[in-house]
């Protein structure tokens, strides 16, 4: 059974930062491309960053692009997204999911971006 686990979210003022933490278990993780997606309230889901199996190759939406930066560790199962310079409009529950299509996926990790 696939199961990801995200953590790290929490409140943040404007401009600080966050990393976010997904253990996987389940299934080969160092075998799978690893994504975060995030949903605003009253929003869709929204693609943040994707990392390649061997986390060689990432890519980021553009309103996120030069603030984030996502990771992994392969040793660890375990996939990372650092969030700096934070802002609002980033407030959201962030999840990680196996492959590019927000699917499947943990239970999320909110973040709140306030002062």
């Known amino acids: 059974e696939v199961q990801l686990v995200e953590s790290g979210g929490g409140l943040v003022q404007p401009g600080g930062s966050l990393r976010l933490s997904c253990a996987a278990s389940g299934f080969t993780f160092r075998a799978y491309r690893m994504s975060w997606v995030r949903q605003a309230p009253g929003k869709g889901l929204e693609w943040v960053s994707v990392?390649?199996?061997?986390?060689?190759?990432?890519s980021y939406a553009d309103s996120v692009k030069g603030r984030f930066t996502i990771s992994r560790d392969n040793d660890k199962n375990t996939l990372y997204l650092q969030m700096n310079c934070l802002k609002p409009e980033y407030s959201a529950v962030y999840y990680c999911a196996r492959g590019n299509d927000g699917a499947p996926r943990g239970q999320g990790t909110q973040v709140t971006v306030s002062s």
């Open positions: 990392i390649s199996s061997g986390g060689y190759s990432t």
